[in-house]
């Protein structure tokens, strides 16, 4: 064999190997996001009263496609935080607030067109935060703790102006079914904690006592070396559990990068024209 004909063999081979990872790969997307904006609270617990004030938030998401259904189904984490300093309509009292949130959703994916798709499916939820009111004496924070099953919905949609490819997607997360912790009306936190003097703290919640939303809408913007996502945050939480009401309405801009990589799944396909 001379050398020709073996440089003409390795080629082959090399090209077929890439071939075959390139056909076997999946799509995954991380983005990581913070964001500022404005939060209406109001937690009768600690007052009567509407707290407001600047929020900051933060988003890190992972985004994708699972041999799951013939790639149909993809998976998605998100850990969410926030913090909050917010003041009454008087400024005579200040409140600092914070959580974060653990959410893993399955998506089935429908292909609408080449450049459209629709998502749907079921989404798991972990939410641990707190309030601090600083002028209240005996109670003066509120534990904020609960676990969700929510209904999940997103479109994603691919399109170029100029030549310059952009991608748009808006979701929307409700909650269905969950379980939260809340004092009773009048209950302290001593008598929970230190005397034993615990009753119906572990609530269930539904939309009928709970009704909460997540509204998302991003657009990804490619630069020559990195991928940014500008986004809008509407997050709806209340609930009214033990006679005692709880409210915290956000509106907040987001903007981060995005990073997109593939990974190799062996005897693994992904359809074509998945979008992440």
Known sequence: MNLRVFLIHCSLLIGCCLAVAQEHTRPVTHATLFGIGAVNQLDSYLSPLNYTGPQFQFMHETFRATHLADSAISFQTLWHGNLAYTKNPTDKAKQVGGDLSYEITWHYNFPVTQDLRILVGPQANASLGFLYNMRNGNNPAQ???????SASAAAIYKFHIKRQPFTARYQLD???????????????????????????????????NAFSSRHFLSIDIPLRNITLRAGYLCDIRQSHVNEIKHHSYTHAFMLGWV??????????????????
């Open 143 to 149: 534990l904020l703790a609960s676990l969700q099953l």
């Open 174 to 208: 409700v909650p269905l079914l969950g379980l939260m912790f809340s004092p009773e009306y009048g209950q302290s936190y001593y008598e929970i904690f230190s005397l034993g003097n615990s009753g119906h703290n572990i609530c269930a919640t539904h939309p009928f």
């Open 259 to 276: 990073r997109h990589l593939r990974i190799v799944r062996p005897r693994r396909t992904t359809p074509e024209g998945y979008i992440m």
